[in-house]
Each structure stands twice: as structure tokens, then as C-alpha cells.
């Protein structure tokens, strides 16, 4: 799994959880316990710097497949692809679970009710407009062929998330399948990308596989996954950026490693001068950061907080890059030779991507008929001694930038589901996003029900999984701060930039389900535990039975709690018992 070695180096801990058992002589003992080490931690890294700099990925045996009878040739093949076999089955799972009767409930449920909309007025008409009171009616005894009203909505979040949810829209029509369909997608696609970074992250396919196999079984994201809300899309981005860095992180001190010289007996030792001097070019897994965190702030604001804890990160990371390789003022070779190119290629991209998003409604007409406040420039905003200086449309969008800013630092209007940030991750207020109760024979409720049955869509996390997560961001912290884990650091980077910036806003309308944006650093977490209960190599073939016993029956008992909890994930009709059944705090009702 993961390794909880401490490396020798104190900034960066490069410990690799390649798994290399088979170079350990107590690894060579036979004995079914033993071969349980193809899943536990590395030792401590070598002496050779380019091994620290970039850790070799895991070496899978195929015993298990020629175990089975598959050829030799075949298993030699599987076993070389499971870095790639791997994620895509999970990711196979999951889509089936996501896309599985997805236009169910076939209503509007909670917040469709506006991006729904929205989306397809933007894919139409290029902003957002104003529907009647009785437009969601229409639309679903309409099969989504209604007029779009023409009168501009004032909106309070960008574009990008509803052209998301437009384009299923577009493609599969106004429908709640059509409006649902994007985000299912990149829920989907989201376990395929954790899967991916897991294993560049632990160096483990089998960790990257159970860190998206996690997720895969949590409520909140399926829930996320199966509704046209835009959080789930900013998830998507977040995670996408994170990995974007991560390969960044590996090209750039992969290009430090091939820098340093051998020394006459062969190996490679920190290198003063190549460590200070050696450019890491334009690094374009950066550049693509930029878009995808543009992409972010462009679904919602909190991604501004994303980015910069992002930023930061890999400032942090170059530096520790540089220091391994040798350099002996690491901070200052940073600031002169990476921070200006990591600069240009994350904020003005991210920038610019942002811009971009508003063409519709920047291209849209400014004498009042176009979208809200695009005329504010040559109307209410004309004049000024220097609004020459920006054009109107730029001038028009930060008006409207300012307002939406008002309007998400002073809602305080109470809502029923809303809850405080330190409920979160003890799921102490989810959301309903849809409730009925059916008479038996009718909506799927069982004739034999007795009284009536309770079809529900509860934004919930998979208690199990996100109270096991509360322990595991302990053990991240505890790997950062006193053993100098880059990775847990990374870990908790992602966790910290998706739910602590909420704490500035406690007395603001917010909803758990906001949490889903650092849920995949939360299966991470959750993963890197798991590792650490099967316990190093060097650990007694007892010591390492009884951790794998207990991480597997975590695991299990994570993928029963999505089970069981599946109706209230589906909308669902059960007896009215087993639901209350489902309600384990009295705050969940």
C-alpha cells in the first residue's frame, strides 16, 4: 500500500512505495502471509538521488494470474497493463452504478430547478434567462420543447459548470437524463483520474485503485454524480489540476534527475551546481493546471481558494525538488528560476480561461436585450474620468463580478438543510434533494408495505467511509507535520483548500454537499491509512495479517454502508420503517 517510512530527507519525503519486496531477503520466505508484502510499505529509499527525485512505480508479480491457470504470456501481459486494467474496471463500476437509471426520479429535484435551466439557456442563448413559475411543469410534460424566454436572470455563479451541463443537454435533450448526463460523466471519469493519481501519488496500483474504489461507493459523490448541480463538475476540475501538478512534479524532477552526473563508482549524489543551474523548461503539465483551474473558478468561486492553495504546493514542491538534488539556497533558486514561468502559467492562464467562459455573454447584445447588466457600462456606468481605459464589456462584467460578490458574502437567508462546516465531516446536516411518499402499489412501494413507503434523495456520504476519513485526516496530519510525508502534506493541501476557506463564512447559507469538492483527497486519506495498517516490510508476518484483516474489513464495511444505504442514494421507495431505520441521527430527518 502506502509506505509510512520517514525519509532521510526532512522536507520532501521521497520513501518509495514501489514494493520492490522481491530485493528483500525476509520477502523471499514462502507462506501465504508473506505474500501479503506485495501490498504493504517500501523501506527507506536508497542512497542514489535520482531514486529519491522520482521513486520507480510498483513491480506487480502475475503469481495470482498463473494461479488461476491463466497462460504465462498472458498474465506476463496483464500484469504490465494494470496500471491502466486497473482504474478502468473501477472506473467500469462506477459508471454502471452512475448511469444506471439516471433520468430517475424523473423530476426537478432541489437545485436543477435553476442550472437546469439555466444550461439550456446558455447553450441557446448565450446567458441566462427568466422562466415562468411553472416552466419545470412544462418541461417534463414537454419532453423539453418549450420557448426559452428571451428577459435576462440575474445569476450568481459563471458559466462554465451549466455549459457543462448544457452540452448533455444538447446532446441527450431537456430532459432530467439530458441535464444529468454531463455530470454523471465526469463523476465517472473523476474515479478514473483518482485512481490514476493515487498511484503516481503512492507509487501503488493497487492503492490508486482502492482510493478510487472508495469514492466509487460513496453517497455524496454518487448522489453529486446523478444531479445537475455544479459542484460536482468543480470537483471534477480540482481533481483534474491536482493531477495535472502531480505529473508536473514527477517531469520536473525526472529532468533534475537525468541532469546529475555519475561519480566515478557509478552512482548519482546531490549535485550543487546542476541543482542551481538546470532550467525545467515551459513544464506544460503546468500550463494545463492553468486551464483547468480557469475552468474551476469559472464553475464557482471557491476555486479561487483552490488555486492558490495549489500554487503554494508546487512552489513548495520545486523547492523540495531542488534541495534533494543538492541545491544549497533551494528557496532562492526557486524564486529566480521557477516562480515567474509557474506564475504565467497558472493565474493569467487561469485568467484568461475565465474570461473566455463569459464570451456568451459578453458577445451578446449591450442595448438591454442581451444578458444582465451587459448594457450597465453605457447606462448606469457611463461616465468617469478613466473608464476609457477598459472597454465596456470588461467594465460591464466587473460591475456584475461585484455584485455577485455582495450577494454570496451577506446570504444568510435560513434554509432548512443548511449546516455549519464542522458538521461536515461527521455528516451532521445532509441535504434532501428530493422526498414522497407513495401509497403501497404505487411508485415502486411494495403492496405488502402496510402503511406508506418513504422515496427519498438524501445528499449523504457514505457514513462509514467519511467517519473512518475523520481518523485518516489525523494520520495525514500527523505524517506531515512529524514525518515530513510530502504526500500527506499534498493530501491535506486538497482537504484544507476545499473545506477551510467555509469557516470564513460560517454564518452564510452553505450545504454539506459543498464538501464534495475535497472528497477524493478525503479517499486518499483514507487509502494512505489503509497502507499504513498493513504495516512495513519488516514487520512480523503476524503483525502484517492482522493489519491486512482489519484494513479489508474497513473496506468492507464501507462498500455494506453504500449498499444499505442505496435507496436513499436512488429515490427508491421502501417501507416507511426502513427508512427510519436509515436515519441514525435524529439530524439527518
Given at each position: 500500500?502506502?509506505?509510512?517510512a520517514?525519509?532521510?530527507?526532512?522536507?520532501?519525503?521521497?520513501?518509495?512505495?514501489?514494493y520492490?519486496?522481491?530485493q528483500?531477503p525476509?520477502?523471499?520466505?514462502p507462506?501465504?502471509?508473506?505474500?501479503?508484502?506485495?501490498?504493504?510499505h517500501?523501506s527507506e529509499?536508497?542512497?542514489?538521488v535520482?531514486e529519491?527525485?522520482?521513486?520507480?512505480?510498483a513491480?506487480?508479480?502475475?503469481?495470482?494470474?498463473?494461479a488461476?491457470g491463466v497462460?504465462a504470456?498472458?498474465?506476463d501481459?496483464?500484469?504490465?497493463?494494470?496500471?491502466?486494467l486497473?482504474?478502468?474496471l473501477?472506473?467500469?463500476?462506477?459508471?454502471?452504478l452512475?448511469f444506471?437509471n439516471?433520468?430517475?426520479p424523473?423530476?426537478?429535484?432541489?437545485?436543477?430547478?435553476?442550472?437546469?435551466?439555466?444550461a439550456?439557456?446558455?447553450?441557446?442563448?448565450?446567458?441566462?434567462?427568466?422562466?415562468?413559475?411553472?416552466?419545470?411543469?412544462l418541461i417534463?410534460?414537454?419532453?423539453?420543447h418549450v420557448?426559452?424566454p428571451?428577459?435576462?436572470?440575474?445569476v450568481?455563479?459563471?458559466?462554465?459548470?451549466k455549459f457543462?451541463?448544457?452540452?448533455?443537454?444538447l446532446?441527450?435533450?431537456?430532459?432530467?437524463f439530458?441535464w444529468?448526463?454531463?455530470t454523471?460523466?465526469l463523476?465517472?471519469?473523476?474515479?478514473?483520474?483518482?485512481?490514476r493519481?493515487?498511484r503516481?501519488?503512492?507509487?501503488?496500483?493497487?492503492?490508486?485503485?482502492?482510493?478510487?474504489a472508495?469514492?466509487?461507493?460513496?453517497?455524496?459523490?454518487?448522489?453529486?454524480s446523478?444531479?445537475?448541480?455544479?459542484?460536482?463538475?468543480?470537483?471534477?476540475?480540482?481533481l483534474?489540476?491536482?493531477?495535472?501538478?502531480?505529473v508536473d512534479?514527477?517531469?520536473?524532477r525526472?529532468?533534475?534527475?537525468?541532469?546529475?552526473?555519475?561519480d566515478?563508482?557509478g552512482?548519482?549524489?546531490p549535485?550543487?551546481r546542476i541543482?542551481?543551474?538546470?532550467?525545467?523548461?515551459l513544464?506544460p503539465?503546468r500550463?494545463?493546471?492553468?486551464?483547468t483551474?480557469?475552468l474551476?473558478?469559472?464553475?464557482?468561486?471557491?476555486?479561487?481558494?483552490?488555486?492558490?492553495a495549489?500554487?503554494?504546493m508546487?512552489?513548495?514542491?520545486d523547492?523540495?525538488?531542488?534541495?534533494?538534488?543538492?541545491?544549497?539556497?533551494?528557496?532562492?533558486v526557486?524564486?529566480?528560476?521557477d516562480t515567474g514561468?509557474?506564475?504565467?502559467?497558472?493565474v493569467?492562464?487561469?485568467l484568461?480561461?475565465?474570461?473566455v467562459s463569459w464570451t456568451g455573454?459578453?458577445l451578446?447584445?449591450?442595448t438591454?436585450?442581451?444578458?444582465?447588466?451587459r448594457?450597465?457600462?453605457?447606462?448606469d456606468?457611463?461616465g468617469g474620468?478613466?473608464?476609457?481605459?477598459f472597454?465596456d464589456?470588461?467594465?460591464?462584467?466587473?460591475h456584475?463580478?461585484?455584485?455577485?460578490?455582495?450577494?454570496?458574502?451577506?446570504?444568510?437567508?435560513?434554509?432548512?438543510?443548511?449546516?455549519?462546516?464542522?458538521?461536515?465531516?461527521?455528516?451532521?446536516r445532509p441535504?434532501?434533494?428530493?422526498?414522497e411518499?407513495?401509497?403501497?402499489?404505487?411508485?415502486?412501494?411494495?403492496?405488502?408495505?402496510?402503511?406508506?413507503?418513504?422515496?427519498?434523495v438524501?445528499?449523504i456520504g457514505?457514513p462509514?467511509?467519511?467517519w473512518?476519513?475523520?481518523f485518516a485526516v489525523?494520520?495525514v496530519?500527523?505524517?506531515?507535520?512529524?514525518r515530513r510525508?510530502w504526500?500527506?502534506?499534498?493530501?491535506?493541501?486538497?482537504?484544507a483548500a476545499?473545506?477551510l476557506?467555509w469557516?470564513l463564512?460560517?454564518?452564510?447559507?452553505?450545504?454539506?454537499?459543498?464538501a464534495?469538492v475535497f472528497?477524493?483527497?478525503?479517499?486518499l486519506?483514507?487509502?494512505?491509512?489503509?497502507?499504513?495498517?498493513?504495516?512495513r516490510?519488516?514487520s512480523?508476518?503476524?503483525r502484517?495479517?492482522?493489519?491486512?484483516?482489519?484494513?479489508?474489513?474497513?473496506?468492507?464495511l464501507?462498500?455494506?454502508n453504500?449498499?444499505?444505504f442505496?435507496?436513499?442514494?436512488?429515490?427508491t421507495?421502501?417501507?416507511?420503517?426502513?427508512?427510519?431505520?436509515?436515519?441514525?441521527?435524529d439530524?439527518?430527518v
Amino acid at each position: 500500500m502506502t509506505s509510512t517510512a520517514s525519509s532521510t530527507d526532512s522536507t520532501d519525503s521521497t520513501d518509495s512505495t514501489d514494493y520492490r519486496q522481491a530485493q528483500a531477503p525476509q520477502d523471499r520466505r514462502p507462506g501465504w502471509p508473506s505474500r501479503l508484502r506485495r501490498f504493504g510499505h517500501a523501506s527507506e529509499p536508497g542512497g542514489d538521488v535520482r531514486e529519491r527525485l522520482v521513486p520507480p512505480f510498483a513491480e506487480p508479480g502475475s503469481r495470482l494470474w498463473q494461479a488461476l491457470g491463466v497462460p504465462a504470456g498472458l498474465a506476463d501481459r496483464i500484469t504490465r497493463w494494470s496500471g491502466w486494467l486497473g482504474p478502468l474496471l473501477v472506473t467500469l463500476v462506477a459508471g454502471v452504478l452512475r448511469f444506471w437509471n439516471l433520468g430517475s426520479p424523473r423530476k426537478v429535484i432541489f437545485d436543477e430547478t435553476y442550472y437546469a435551466k439555466d444550461a439550456w439557456a446558455l447553450v441557446h442563448r448565450g446567458f441566462e434567462v427568466n422562466w415562468d413559475k411553472n416552466a419545470n411543469d412544462l418541461i417534463l410534460n414537454s419532453g423539453g420543447h418549450v420557448t426559452i424566454p428571451t428577459d435576462a436572470a440575474y445569476v450568481v455563479h459563471p458559466p462554465v459548470g451549466k455549459f457543462v451541463i448544457g452540452l448533455g443537454e444538447l446532446i441527450f435533450g431537456f430532459t432530467p437524463f439530458g441535464w444529468r448526463f454531463m455530470t454523471a460523466l465526469l463523476g465517472t471519469l473523476s474515479v478514473f483520474l483518482l485512481c490514476r493519481i493515487g498511484r503516481r501519488l503512492f507509487r501503488s496500483t493497487f492503492l490508486g485503485c482502492l482510493a478510487g474504489a472508495l469514492m466509487a461507493v460513496d453517497g455524496l459523490h454518487f448522489v453529486m454524480s446523478r444531479t445537475a448541480l455544479l459542484d460536482g463538475v468543480l470537483m471534477f476540475f480540482v481533481l483534474a489540476t491536482f493531477g495535472c501538478l502531480l505529473v508536473d512534479r514527477d517531469k520536473a524532477r525526472a529532468r533534475l534527475a537525468a541532469a546529475l552526473p555519475p561519480d566515478a563508482d557509478g552512482r548519482y549524489r546531490p549535485d550543487a551546481r546542476i541543482a542551481e543551474t538546470t532550467r525545467l523548461g515551459l513544464r506544460p503539465w503546468r500550463w494545463a493546471a492553468g486551464v483547468t483551474l480557469g475552468l474551476a473558478i469559472g464553475t464557482k468561486w471557491n476555486g479561487l481558494y483552490i488555486m492558490v492553495a495549489f500554487c503554494l504546493m508546487t512552489v513548495v514542491w520545486d523547492v523540495a525538488a531542488r534541495r534533494v538534488a543538492g541545491a544549497r539556497h533551494p528557496y532562492r533558486v526557486v524564486l529566480k528560476r521557477d516562480t515567474g514561468l509557474a506564475f504565467l502559467a497558472t493565474v493569467p492562464v487561469a485568467l484568461v480561461t475565465y474570461l473566455v467562459s463569459w464570451t456568451g455573454w459578453i458577445l451578446s447584445s449591450d442595448t438591454g436585450s442581451g444578458g444582465y447588466y451587459r448594457n450597465w457600462a453605457a447606462t448606469d456606468g457611463k461616465g468617469g474620468s478613466w473608464t476609457w481605459l477598459f472597454p465596456d464589456w470588461l467594465r460591464s462584467l466587473w460591475h456584475y463580478e461585484h455584485e455577485v460578490y455582495e450577494f454570496h458574502t451577506h446570504l444568510t437567508s435560513p434554509h432548512t438543510y443548511q449546516s455549519n462546516p464542522w458538521s461536515w465531516l461527521v455528516l451532521g446536516r445532509p441535504v434532501s434533494y428530493f422526498y414522497e411518499s407513495p401509497a403501497p402499489g404505487t411508485d415502486g412501494c411494495p403492496l405488502d408495505a402496510g402503511e406508506k413507503c418513504a422515496r427519498e434523495v438524501l445528499a449523504i456520504g457514505t457514513p462509514m467511509l467519511w467517519w473512518a476519513a475523520c481518523f485518516a485526516v489525523l494520520f495525514v496530519l500527523w505524517r506531515w507535520f512529524f514525518r515530513r510525508d510530502w504526500r500527506a502534506g499534498a493530501i491535506a493541501c486538497g482537504i484544507a483548500a476545499g473545506y477551510l476557506p467555509w469557516f470564513l463564512y460560517q454564518e452564510r447559507t452553505i450545504f454539506l454537499f459543498y464538501a464534495v469538492v475535497f472528497l477524493p483527497f478525503l479517499c486518499l486519506a483514507v487509502a494512505m491509512m489503509a497502507g499504513a495498517l498493513v504495516g512495513r516490510p519488516g514487520s512480523s508476518d503476524t503483525r502484517r495479517v492482522v493489519g491486512a484483516t482489519g484494513a479489508g474489513v474497513l473496506v468492507l464495511l464501507i462498500a455494506w454502508n453504500f449498499i444499505y444505504f442505496w435507496p436513499l442514494y436512488t429515490g427508491t421507495a421502501i417501507p416507511i420503517d426502513d427508512w427510519r431505520s436509515r436515519m441514525w441521527l435524529d439530524t439527518w430527518v
